[in-house]
């Protein structure tokens, strides 16, 4: 059993980084800690960058999970290829790039590429958000799955994840106290299907729709609340296609967690909002 602490970063291919920095800042509200030709690195939290922009095709994306014992990191490796998991460790120039000391990396049953890193690199500053979106970090991802019975049956035979909730066949699974750091969405594709950001109360999400309306940007699904992790939210469109939600209160598990009934909501747009909040979102709809 592979064992991980949280989600790191996600890394997304563009091939505008101007457009990318400008969006990244100025809208969603996050801190530019590096720029180069081929990279721009962001950060949301006390992490050197919980996100970073790749030049190169927007098709290419990847999260990262932190190895809770760094030192597990070559067993990881020897796990995954026991179990023909398509997996390689990465090079010492990659590992710079990540702004880690050592990564490995596989492909889940669909072919999302996923990267385990170990001592990933703290920032020596605080964030100090572009712009006051009331951001307190890097929240969950959703991931589009093929299969997300398939895919949620290799999460729980090789790591330490654990089932939430589950929207239709589509697992929110978790790997610590907190709701849920990933959701496997039902898709035709691989890739990211949107990227969270927690902020710290209702008022941010309802400033935001505000803002976000105002730069005439597209809203694709909120403001509302989710009846499973108890979240208010917001969902947008940002570069390249990319959904981005701002939310908050993504409630702890309560009490035992070994001993937490997961629940089963339908696939319905009633189980991604109980405010009433249609989404525009192709992984969402019946």
């Known amino acids: 059993m592979i064992e991980v602490r949280d989600i790191h970063y996600a890394r997304l291919g563009t091939r505008d980084l101007d457009a990318a920095e400008k969006y990244a800042t100025d809208i969603i509200g996050l801190q530019k800690v590096e720029r180069s030709n081929d990279r721009l690195y962001l950060k949301s939290d006390s992490r050197h960058h919980t996100l970073a922009y790749c030049l190169g095709d927007p098709a290419e994306q990847v999260i990262a999970f932190e190895l809770k014992d760094w030192s597990t990191l070559g067993a990881a490796h020897e796990h995954l290829r026991a179990a023909d998991v398509p997996c390689g460790m990465g090079s010492d120039a990659e590992a710079a790039d990540r702004h880690v000391e050592a990564f490995m990396w596989f492909l889940d049953p669909t072919g999302n590429r996923i990267e385990l890193v170990a001592r990933p690199h703290e920032a020596g ?55 849920h750091q990933m959701a496997l969405f039902a898709a035709k594709r691989k890739g990211i299907q949107h990227i969270n950001h927690q902020v710290a109360e209702i008022d941010d999400i309802m400033r935001a729709w505000y803002f976000l309306n105002e730069k005439k940007i597209r809203i694709v699904f ?14 947008f469109e940002g570069p390249d296609g990319m959904i981005f939600e701002y939310s908050n209160s993504d409630r702890n598990i309560i009490g035992d967690l070994s001993s937490y009934k997961p629940r089963q909501f339908p696939l319905h747009p009633t189980s991604f909002c109980m405010w009433g909040s249609k989404p525009d979102i192709a992984e969402f709809k019946e």
């Open 222 to 235: 909120g403001p509302g609340r989710h009846p499973t992790s108890g979240g208010n939210f917001l969902y």
């Open 125 to 179: 500053r605080r964030y100090f958000p572009a712009r006051d979106a009331g951001i307190l970090g890097f929240g969950h991802v959703g991931l589009c799955s093929t299969d997300p019975v398939r895919d949620q049956a290799f999460w729980l035979s090789h790591f330490n994840t654990l089932v939430s909730d589950w929207i239709g066949p589509c697992p929110l699974l978790r790997v610590n106290a907190r709701h």
